[in-house]
């Protein structure tokens, strides 16, 4: 059986202020799959996606993850096997130099610096960014921002990649390229996106939020061929 999965039981999650963001949230993520989490804004999505990696720990349920279940003392293992990378960029570039924040998860892993320095090479090539690893991060466009952090997350060669809005605020040549960079991972993967067209292009699966609820989850041909339930969650009008 495959390590590579996750499954969530009856996750609940609500705010200080008494909100109910997430309710008995239940679903499983086999190996392999190319799951888009879709629904409006406020809907619950990052919320959930934070309980995936462990930003944010199960309040109510709990989330198995390849067998190892989230909580405060399996932290350090989760985060070697699921990859998150955030909407806000910013907030994950924090090194001088596009080479120091791909490589600095490695370094916190203990590998030599022959391996890091293959790995290094590796990734820039497959992402295309080699002419970009000795610039400051903030000197770069927002597509780049966003490649250079999903570099940062796969050369730990995570078993599951998790990303928030992964074209937010892109253009269509950069949105493209992401695209593209997405579908080439092979391993497991869990977008939550705005972007209905790349749901639609690299997305087997289709989780749909409404107020914390799964409207629906399945196959995502037979989503989009389910007007009803596509305005009912407010995505088309």
Do not use: W
């Amino acid at each position: 059986m495959s390590h590579h999965y996750i499954q969530v039981t009856d996750l609940s999650y609500t705010y200080p202020d008494g909100t109910k963001v997430l309710k008995n949230i239940t679903f499983r993520v086999n190996h392999g799959d190319s799951v888009a989490v879709l629904g409006e804004n406020g809907s619950g999505k990052t919320t959930l996606l934070k309980h995936l990696n462990g930003t944010i720990l199960p309040m109510e349920g709990e989330i198995d993850v390849g067998g190892v279940f989230i909580s405060k003392k399996t932290l350090t293992l989760i985060r070697t096997k699921v990859g998150m990378v955030f909407q806000n960029t910013d907030n994950q570039l924090f090194m001088p130099t596009v080479e120091d924040n791909i490589v600095f998860g490695l370094s916190e892993l203990g590998l030599s610096d022959a391996n890091i320095k293959t790995i290094l090479k590796s990734i820039a090539e497959e992402l295309k960014i080699s002419h970009l690893l000795k610039k400051h991060p903030f000197k770069l466009s927002g597509g780049e921002k966003r490649k250079i952090c999903i570099a940062s997350v796969l050369a730990s060669s995570p078993e599951i990649l998790i990303l928030d809005e992964p074209t937010s605020e892109l253009d269509p040549k950069s949105s493209y390229e992401i695209a593209q960079i997405l579908s080439n991972f092979q391993h497991t993967k869990i977008i939550a996106t705005h972007n209905l067209d790349l749901a639609q292009r690299i997305c087997n699966r289709s989780i749909l939020i409404k107020n914390g609820e799964i409207l629906y989850y399945g196959d995502t041909k037979e989503l989009f061929r389910d007007l009803s339930i596509l305005r009912e969650a407010n995505l088309i009008f």
